[in-house]
Every structure is written in C-alpha cells, then in structure tokens.
C-alpha cells in the first residue's frame, strides 16, 4: 500500500496549491478519502474529506470555501485545491485513506505547505 503526496511548496499568502495523492495496493474507490495537516507544536487536523460511496465531501471550518477535495477513481488519486492561502495553512498535509468496514486506514507520508511573504 502506498500514498504519495505531491504539489507542497512556497506560495505567498492569497496564492494558491494543488496537492495531489496517488494511491496504490488497495482498491481505492472502496476507500473515504482525507486530507490532514499537522503544524509545528499543533495535533494534527482533519482539513477535508471525501467519500467513496457517493464523493459528498466535508471540511474543517478553517479552509470551507477557501480548500475543495475532488477524487479520480479512475487514476487513484485525490486532490486538494487550496485558494485564498493563509500564513495559518502553513503545515506538513497527509493524505489518509480509510475503511470502517475493513478497519483499514492508510497514510501518506506528508507534502510541506509554507505560506509566506
């Protein structure tokens, strides 16, 4: 089982970020999608997820409206499309892959995201 996240970087803040997670060694369109970060001295967050059943997707507060989770299960990825970016989004994000049924649950192994002037 692998997840790989990739797109992190710089960007000033009111840029934005598309962050990808290919997935492999499971079957993906079984599995709810998430993306979590996790800042310096912080735990780390739910920031979206998306479902395998029907793709309805969820959102922490902080990032509703600015950050939208899509999936593609015909090439095993997800995504994460973060506008509007804020000093405060800055953290390394995971990508999470899960399955009550199977109790199965997945991690990437972190994109950095730094937003700065």
């Known amino acids: 089982v692998q997840l790989v996240e990739s797109g992190g970087g710089l960007v000033q803040p009111g840029g934005s970020l598309r962050l990808s997670c290919a997935a492999s060694?499971?079957?993906?369109?079984?599995?709810?999608m998430r993306w979590y970060r996790q800042a310096p001295g912080k735990e780390r967050e739910l920031v979206a997820a998306?479902?395998?059943?029907?793709?309805?997707?969820a959102y922490a507060d902080s990032v509703k409206g600015r950050f939208t989770i899509s999936r593609d299960n015909a090439k095993n990825t997800v995504h994460l499309q973060m506008n509007s970016l804020k000093p405060e989004d800055t953290a390394v994000y995971y990508c999470?892959?899960?399955?009550?049924?199977?109790?199965?649950?997945?991690w990437g192994q972190g994109t950095q995201v730094t937003v700065s002037s």
């Open positions: 999470n892959a899960g399955r009550l049924i199977t109790r199965s649950n997945y």
């Open positions: 060694g499971f079957t993906f369109s079984s599995y709810g």
């Open positions: 998306i479902s395998s059943a029907d793709g309805s997707t």
